[in-house]
């Protein structure tokens, strides 16, 4: 074969030329939120540490919501944080560390309890700088439990105790109960069958002051708008 039929054949097989590229057209940006850009947080069935919890069972993994709280206090385009909760329960150190970096978000929080708030869903509601439950929502308050095998010594015990003790300031120093009247629910042995504890339905939570105020979604974002604008105004210079 000749070195120019060689070169046709090359030729008819290599693909067209695309078109030359056109100016790019710019993208429409979405127009900021006159009244601040608010971020969504969803806490949901269990608290996953650790422990791995089995596939079937419906879970927030800790170490996806801390980068998210973590970006959220990084990113400037965020003004307020908004947490939607309806928790069984689940790890308890997970659910703290959850809870603290809530607290110290350094960002508008509001906090809004729908369904079930179970276990350490108590501290996460309260961690916000304003906690709303719908009137229907629960929240369960009742001691520190562990599942799987424990170790009968005098050091559980005392773990438990300062793990309880720890859940306890947490929930007093970030709502308006008393240390007493916390422990007074949590003890109750009258409210559960086989157990001990309180559930609290909506306004009962309101009631013994572990929540700020009964409402909804609307409620909850009107009350974190309100919190962005008295954040914006307190970071203007004086004049």
Sequence with gaps: MSEDNENQEQQAQAPPPEPPAGPAIPMPER?????????????????EGHMVSPPNTKTTKYEHVIPQLV???????IDGLLILLNTVGGDVEAGLAIAELIAHLGKPTVSLVLGGGHSIGVPLAVSAQYSF?????????????????????????DYFNKMQDRVMDFVVDNSQISRQ???????????????????????????????????????????LYSLIEDSNEHQKPSQ
């Design 133 to 157: 439950i719908a009137p229907t929502a629960t929240m369960t308050i009742h001691p520190v439990r562990m599942n799987g095998t424990m170790v009968g010594t005098p050091q559980t015990y």
């Design 71 to 77: 970006m959220t206090a990084e990113n400037r385009e």
């Design 31 to 47: 127009p900021k939120n006159p009244r601040g850009e608010i971020q969504f947080l969803t806490i949901i069935g269990q608290i």
């Design 181 to 223: 009247r916390l422990m007074d629910l949590m003890m109750d042995t009258e409210k559960l069958a086989l157990d001990v504890g309180t559930i609290l339905i909506g306004a009962e939570a309101v009631e013994e002051k572990i929540i700020d105020e009964i409402g909804g979604l609307h409620a909850a974002m009107e009350k």
